[in-house]
Structures are given as structure tokens and as C-alpha cells.
């Protein structure tokens, strides 16, 4: 008896803690302590420490139980980044689940948070005499030798976006690097040299020297390092560049590199430009600057100190990455203030990322590259350096689907300092889907798909492509193999600025072609400009569909420039910078199965005869106060659209309710006109 008693014990004695038949939980907290067990009492303190007990837990073996790691509310300061890889996972049945314990506020900073009563009055004269005299009395100075070795790296010669220099953030909003002017842009008052155009191949490295106007630039210390971010050719490519020198006699400035497309008149707007880092300008609430060689921040607040928060984010990386990893759920945490991504997820399977926000990152929010089944799921990513949530996944070799989704998302000014081409969705690869998000506010486009059979449908898209010109708020061109994509049931507004050259809601561009566009509502979309752009518009392709569409107040909804033989034949040859000799013949293989069965229309696609109609086609579509239907090769008849300046039946458009009423004139006049559902697009079940 007692010998059965001891093993009874023993066998106790042996099971790991915490361990029961359907859970197991750890508990992580800022105050805890890594050489506790990980109990609510008892919590672990870092994030690391909890991996490495999962990892002890498993064994090396899969789980049978649900894992839980509940992080309790506070500021975990992350001075690398969190791996999780193939030990770290669950499995279908019993996942492994990292979440903010319920209504605590988890956040992963990716940096030092800097106490308040560090800062002090400023203390140099030879600052303070290059300061004017509101900022002498407000800018208070901090000593970052106090930290350690901080990386302060600097900015590049030449850079698009922002290099891996700290960025400092007061109550969670990002703050100014000190620059001018204060709002908007300055122009170029007179190009003098445009420079030489690296882009083209040109090596003579001549950099470009203008005019400005007024004397504000004078004031400037060149030698403390000056840079000026500009729209330095065309109006859809920003770039940051050093100044080299300033003449004030001439009001002329030399810059220390060439443009990548010169300095010169790309678009028809003016050239613009304004200058970062330039201590002389740290004039208003909200702006920092950062002596470096002095390892000293001056910082103008914007309000009180008292109880504030200031973090300066260092972690040149993800906050969290996920490699290899099956099975997790990342639930209810914020990920912020780091100068890479907020979260890398790359390969593995059904990765679950919900209710989570992601702000104030210097790159992406969310980048998901490869695997399969990935779901990011009700997060808010805000205040991006470039874009906000990248889905990239599935063979297009094979046309094998990755089956990642973006759903309910809540995606806002993005593209902070990478004013063009960084997107607030991309999805990328093979058969991803985007749905129910809302997405806006951002000075160039807001989606790009790059790839084949994606869906992109139930999102509502505004208040995009505000600050630039040639681009439209969805993106897609220059590779006619991908194709198969379906833009269907969005709602989209107040898209495109007036510049000039021409905006529009959906832009294919360079002979791109095969997708459908079904069941979008379009209210102020597009600007024709000086050419032919209209809210749907193509560049030089064909074998499009715009169907069942609604057109409100949009001055041309269907523009394209086609691209006659020569043009055509010399794209397919791999010229018009198009590459189509590597896109569509080695990269995939347009000639060949899956591609010639699964899109018919490539068969002899590389082989066109001269005068081969190239044509889109728009069908069933409603146009409501229009300037121009369409222009270039779109194909329709009038009894197949219904165009009118009157409203169609809508519930109430007054209040943005376009929902079509069932006894609407629309589906009088367009029998095989589908009811878009308009009440479920955007946002579901959330305020």
C-alpha cells in the first residue's frame, strides 16, 4: 500500500505545473519577476522569459493542451525583438495564445521611456543663439548619455522614406523633426541645373541647384547637416536629399547628391520641397531635434510634462517576430514606437492576430510574407512611417492560393514618411483577400495588389491621394500576368487631388489587365487632369470588366491610354521599362499551363497580330452628374449603363446612405442590375 501511495506521488510530482486537461496558463507583468513561475501572484516579467517556460513546457513535443500567456497591463520596453518560431507553436486543436489580460492596457514599446524631469531649460548659448526667442523660453533639453549607448544613427546622403534615426513620441503622438515650413511645401522658385538622372543610368553624379524664394534658408548652419525633402520630378516619387551648400546672395541651394530622376518638370505642378533637421527651425509645440555628436534632445512640448509620456524609439526591428510558427494568436496587444515593423510574420500557418493596435512604427505595421491560412483580424494600424499591412503569400508559379485575410482593419495615416507608394493594404503572391476594412487619409495610394486571383472587396477607401498626382488610391500594373483579381463591393470617396497630370480611385497601369471591377460605389473620385484619367483608368492595357458600378460625382468614371502596336510590341520585346521578357516568361510562364488554362486570354499573348483590338469593357454601370463617360478603349453601349443627373433611388445620399431603395429607378432602367449591399461594407460590429 505504501509503495503505491509513493508512486501515485511521484507521478504527481512529475506532471509540469499548471498543467490541467484543457489549458495551461502563464502570466507575465512589468512588476513581475523572471525567476517566478509565471502564476497570477507570481508573474514572470518579460515576454522571453514566458516563451522559454512554453518551450520548456512542450518538450520538444506538440501540445494537447491550449497555452495561454496572459500579459498583464504596462509598458514592456523591447530592446530586441520577441522570435517565436516552429518550438514556439500549437496546433489546430490546441493553439498557442499570447493575450493583454482582460480590460488592461499591454503595451511593447520599442524603446527607452524618458522621465519627464530629466528635461531641462536649455543650458548652451550657442543653441540658444540659433534659436528665436519663443523657443529659447519653451525648449526644454535632455542629456541621452544618461542611457546608455543609444543608437543615434544619422540621416543618409540620400534616402526616400526615413533612414534608422530615433523618433521621439509624446503621449503616444509622433513629434516633428524640426523643419520648415511649418504646413505643406515650398516651392522651387527656378531650377538652375537639373543634375544628372541616376534612374537612366546616368553615373556623372551631378547634383541639382535651384532657386528659392525669400531669405528663410540663409539663417541655416549647412555644416550641422541639412536635408530637403522633395517632389523633385514627378509628383508620385518623393526623396530626401543633403544639402551641400546655400548662397543666400543668389538665393540658390546646391544639393549634395543627384535626384533619381533629376531635378526638373515631371509633372505640371510646381516642384516642392521642405527642409528636416534644421535646429534653426525648431519654432512651434511638437517639434525635436537631435545634436548628435552632443548626444543632447531638444524637444518643444507640446503641452504639460507633468505626467507625460516620452519614449524615444531605438529597436531597429520588429517588435514581435513570428517565423515558422503554426498555431498562435496574438490578441488584444499594442505594438508601438519601434523603427522597423511592428510585427514580422514570415512562413508557417494559421497565425492569428486580433484586436491588436500597431502605431507609431517606423516602417510597416503588419508584414506577413509566405505561409498559408494567416488572418489578421480587428486592429487598428495607425501613424506608419510607410504602410500599414502587407499580405504577401501562395506560389504564382503554380497559382497556389496562401489564403491569408485581412479582416474588419483599421487602417490610418500611413505612409508618414514615405509619402509614395507605401500602402495601407497590399496584397501580393496568390489568393489573398482583404475585407471589411476601412482605410484613409494618406497623401498617395492606399492599396496595391501585386499578383494573381486576390479579392479585395467590402472595404470602404477615402481621403487618399490628397498630396499627389498620377496615382490612384488602388494600384495595380506593369506584370500582365497577374490577373484573375476581383475588386468588387467597395465603397470609395473623396479620392484624388487636382495637380494636373490626372487622379483616379482604381489605376491599372502599363498594359495591365484581366481583372474585374463589380459592385463599387465611387462618390468624388478622380480628376481627369490634362489627359485622359477617369476613376476606373488603365494605361496602355485591356481585358478589363467595370460592371454593376455606381459613379456619383466623378468627372470622367472610365479613362484608359491605349498603347498602339508599336508601343505594345516593344513592351512584350522587354522594353518601355517593363521587363516583360523576365515577368512573363521566367519569373512565370505565361505560355504554359496553369497560366493558359486558368486565363484563356494569354494564349498567343506574347504573339499579337498587328491591329489586335486591345479593349475593356463596361457594362451595367449607373453614372450619376458626370463631365465625360469614358475615354481610350473602353467599349459600352448607352442602353447597357445607366447615365442620368438625377438621383437614382438611393435610401439617403444626403447622409452618405447609398443603399439603393427596391423600388429604385436603376433597376428600371438596368434589369440585370445586382443590389450592392451596402450596408456591409466598411467596418462590422465596431465603433
Known sequence: MKLKLFAIILFLLLIPPFSCVNAVTFHVAPGGNDANRGTKKKPFATLERARNEVRKFKHGKPL??????????????????????????????????????????????????????????????????????EARKNVQQLDLRQFGELQLEDYPETFRGVPAVPELFFNDKRMTVAWWPNSGWTTIAKIIESGSTPREGDKSNRPGIFEYSGDEPSKWNVQAGIWLQGYWCYDWYEETIKVKSIDPRQRQITLAAPALYSVKQGNPSPRRFRALNVLEELDEPGEFYLDRSARVLYFWPPASMD?????????????LRLKNAEYINIQGLILEACLGDGLELVGGRRIQVENCTVRNTRQLGIHVTGGSGHRIENCDIT??????????????????????????????????????????????????????????????????????????EFNTVSNVVKETDDAGALYKGRNPSCRGNIIRYNFWTDIGSPMGHGTAAIYFDDGDGGDLVFGNIFVRCGFPGFGSFGTVFSHGGHDLRAENNIFVDCKRPLGSVPWDDQRWKDAIDGGQDCYWQTKLLEEVNITKPPYTTHYPELVNFMNPKPGQPRNSFASNNVLIRYAEVSSGNWKYADDQNFLTDKDPGFVDAAVGNYELRSDAEVFKRLPKFKPIPFQQIGLQGRR
Open 64 to 133: 494537447r493542451e491550449t497555452m495561454t500567456i496572459i500579459l498583464h497591463g504596462g509598458t514592456y520596453t523591447q530592446l530586441k525583438t520577441l522570435e517565436l518560431g516552429p518550438e514556439d507553436s500549437g496546433t489546430i486543436k490546441s493553439p498557442v495564445i499570447w493575450q493583454a489580460a482582460t480590460n488592461e492596457q499591454v503595451r511593447l514599446t520599442g524603446g527607452p521611456t524618458l522621465p519627464v524631469k530629466a528635461f531641462h531649460p536649455i543650458s548652451y548659448e550657442k543653441v540658444l543663439a540659433r534659436l528665436g526667442a
Open 383 to 456: 501613424d506608419t512611417g510607410t504602410g500599414g499591412l502587407v499580405l504577401e503569400g501562395g506560389d504564382r508559379r503554380t497559382l497556389v492560393a496562401a489564403g491569408h485575410e485581412a479582416l474588419n482593419n483599421h487602417i490610418w495615416n500611413f505612409s508618414r514618411h514615405q509619402l509614395t507608394s507605401a500602402y495601407g493594404i497590399v496584397l501580393g503572391g496568390v489568393g489573398n483577400r482583404a475585407a471589411h476594412n476601412f482605410i484613409h487619409d494618406a497623401p498617395h495610394q492606399a492599396i496595391c495588389l501585386n499578383g494573381n486571383d486576390h479579392v479585395f
Open 307 to 319: 505626467g507625460a509620456r516620452v519614449a524615444l524609439s531605438t529597436l531597429n526591428a520588429p517588435l
